[in-house]
């Protein structure tokens, strides 16, 4: 097949499927989706039926459509060896500071939060896993847009305000942005350099208010050190 061929149409339809039914706040239904879509909803069905018979989605009692456990290994796979590593120090991060600690990694010119953990004693901002949002928004955007080499960064097309807070970042070593992505949140990141890894930031989300960033930078860079040794890398 030539390397221009056009996509699968059926495929890149049940990826936006699957898509539009993990990320929605509430589960859709046929109809929402084939809305959503811009398709018929006989072919919402035929691609909701193959999905069911592989466990990645599912419809509930009322016809809602909900995520699958078949996704559950799947999400699992998507950079196993970096949330093994992650998991523990994120939950020692969250804790200390009571706050949601994650990780995020750039993904299409996105910012993706990989793996996340909430506070165990605090009402704290919810980061779910799969978030995502431009590179150019955030502090976990601006950290992960840091490790790109000058040519991509180039191709975003910064105005002055974020090229001046990117050479910030890589002056003090973190990023901080608030009512940024989310109105009433502010976030603090910094970098998380793995060989062979996606670029990723270790960050925090909290409601915006007062806070010793520098000590809670510090802490962070603590975290990704630890995320690093527990990856076997020690230089």
Same mark, same amino acid.
């Given at each position: ?17 699957? #898509?539009?039914? $993990?990320? $929605? ?5 046929? $109809?929402?989706? /084939? =809305? *959503?879509?811009?398709?018929?909803? /006989? ?9 069911? +018979?592989?466990?990645? @989605? ?20 998507? &950079?196993?060896?970096? +949330? ?5 120090? @994120? ?30 004693? $605090? ?23 840091? *490790? ?6 180039? &191709?975003?097309?910064? !105005?002055? =305000?974020?090229?001046?807070? @990117? ?24 970098? @998380? +350099?793995?060989?062979? *890894? ?10 915006? +208010?007062? #806070? ?13 050190? *630890? ?5 076997? !890398?020690?230089?």
């Amino acid at each position: 097949m030539s390397a221009n061929a056009a996509p699968s149409q059926t495929l890149a339809r049940g990826v936006r499927l699957l #898509k539009l039914v $993990a990320e $929605a706040p509430v589960a859709p239904t046929i $109809a929402e989706v /084939s =809305e *959503q879509m811009g398709v018929h909803r /006989s072919i919402v069905y035929r691609i909701l039926r193959t999905l069911e +018979q592989e466990a990645l @989605l599912r419809r509930d009692d009322t016809g809602r459509i909900r995520p699958g456990i078949g996704l559950a290994p799947l999400a699992l796979a998507v &950079e196993s060896s970096v +949330q093994a590593a992650a998991l523990p120090v @994120l939950t020692e991060v969250a804790n200390e500071l009571d706050m949601s600690a994650f990780i995020a990694v750039a993904e299409h010119g996105d910012c993706y939060t990989l793996v996340t953990v909430e506070p165990a004693r $605090a009402h704290a901002v919810t980061q779910r896993p799969g978030t995502r949002h431009p590179l150019e928004r955030g502090a976990p955007g601006l950290v992960v847009l840091s *490790q790109l080499d000058e040519a991509a960064v180039a &191709e975003m097309n910064l !105005d002055a =305000e974020r090229l001046e807070r @990117l050479e910030r970042m890589r002056e003090t070593g973190y990023a901080t942005s608030g009512n940024e992505v989310i109105p009433g949140v502010s976030a603090v990141a910094v970098p @998380l +350099q793995m060989p062979g *890894q996606l670029p990723a930031a270790l960050a925090v989300v909290y409601p915006t +208010q007062d #806070k010793d960033i520098e000590a809670v930078a510090a802490r962070l860079h603590r975290g990704a050190e *630890q995320v690093r040794a527990r990856l076997g !890398d020690h230089s």
